[in-house]
């Protein structure tokens, strides 16, 4: 099933008289109004969904939209206290009147998942007459899409409203014998296909039980497997001789809080791995430079390998390759009182073109690249070496 509806604002008069207008300046019809939110189906407003806001006075003529002070505005005072009167009316101005479609909240679509679902169950017949288009206007028919109807129209009345019927509209297509035969009614989805125009996608009866239940099915695959991924991460953190934590009820929020532990754990290793966490400090120049080549590291932790290098040396150059998965990352860091001889972004560009890597960027104290071709990481490693 797929309908048209969606939210808009809409100016009710709640009074009239005549006022002397500002933009006119001469007296005029005005009208009081209020804006109220309103459900709408096929562009109709068919119910209010919101309180009373925004009052205001209309003028019939030009349709400027004032504060409700405006009534207060006399023009028979002398010039000066008449532009002061005239001033505060223009400064009163209500500047958020525009009346727009608005995507429809949740708690709009439960109100009217309700209000429809109301209607169904009063179980109401539904009244079809044949009358000319001008009859079918007098008894309150809605005439869609700005249609040319003939000299005879298919009128079809249902839904029963405090005795009255909730809908009566002007249809020549299929309808049901009765509001219950239509069976429940459910929102599953919503989009915007223009501007101002909502597509939303409604199910009933016996398409909702169908996909309620394949919902609920595919569901429970998703949880058995979320069950599956959240057991194997436990396994691989215990492997490591640590008790996870699995203070979170939600399946998704655990699952992200064992996977940042198990990928802190595996840093850590890779780390505590000689094998796999090559350092070597030497002195040029009489600048201490740490090289250091890690084997398996994702490049995100690059940064952090950087800030300790540079605490383990005091003053010097850190110069950090870390790879994995085919994927090179290279930083370097520089000392504050080293940045006016070195510059970091000079040697990652350096860097980035020898392991197959196009550049990088940052600060005279830090920088980053990236690369694919970890066979070049020690031509990297000399040729920095030789610039210091």
């Known amino acids: 099933m797929f309908i048209l509806f969606g939210t808009k604002d809409r100016a009710i008069e709640t009074d009239s008289g005549q006022f002397h207008c500002p933009n006119c300046n001469v007296k005029k019809e005005y009208g009081k109004k209020y804006v109220q939110d309103f459900f709408t189906l096929f562009f109709i407003p068919i119910f209010p969904i919101s309180g009373k806001k925004n009052d205001h006075i209309e003028c019939k003529e030009c349709q400027s939209i004032y504060h409700l002070d405006v009534i207060d505005y006399k023009p028979a005072l002398n010039d000066e206290e008449m532009e002061s009167e005239y001033q505060k009316a223009l400064k009163n101005v209500l500047c958020l009147m525009i009346l727009a479609d608005n995507k429809v909240k949740d708690e709009e679509i439960n109100k009217i998942e309700l209000f429809v679902n109301s209607m169904v169950s009063k179980k109401s017949n539904i009244r079809t007459r044949l009358m000319t288009p001008d009859e079918a206007v007098e008894n309150g028919a809605l005439a869609l899409f700005g249609e040319k109807y003939g000299d005879e129209v298919r009128v079809l009345s249902m839904g029963d409203d405090n005795g009255k019927y909730f809908s009566t509209e002007l249809c020549g297509g299929t309808h049901v014998k009765n509001t219950s035969d239509i ?24 398409q909702l039980e169908d996909y309620l239940k394949n919902k609920e099915k595919l569901s429970n695959l998703s949880s058995e497997k979320n069950d599956e991924l959240i057991k194997d991460l436990t396994k691989q953190i215990i492997s490591f001789g640590v008790k996870p934590s699995l203070d979170q009820t939600d399946q998704k929020s655990l699952i992200k809080n064992l996977t940042k532990q198990l990928d802190t754990l595996l840093v850590k290793s890779i780390l505590n791995n000689k094998t796999k966490n090559k350092i070597k400090d030497e002195e040029i120049k009489g600048i201490k430079v740490r090289f250091q080549n890690v084997d398996g590291l994702p490049p995100r932790e690059l940064r952090k390998l950087v800030d ?25 860091g520089i000392t504050d009182k080293l940045t006016n001889k070195f510059d970091a972004v000079k040697f990652v560009k350096l860097s980035s073109e020898i392991i197959g890597g196009q550049g990088g960027g940052g600060r005279k104290d830090f920088a980053q690249a990236g690369g694919q071709d970890q066979s070049k990481i020690n031509e990297a490693f000399e040729k920095i070496k030789s610039l210091i």
């Open 308 to 332: 300790n290098g540079k605490k383990d040396l005091g003053e010097g150059i850190v110069i950090v390759f870390a790879s994995k998965d085919d994927k090179v990352g290279v930083a370097v």
């Open 183 to 206: 069976g429940k009614f459910k929102i599953i989805s919503q989009s915007s296909i223009a501007a101002g125009v909502r597509r939303i996608e409604a199910l009933r009866d016996k």
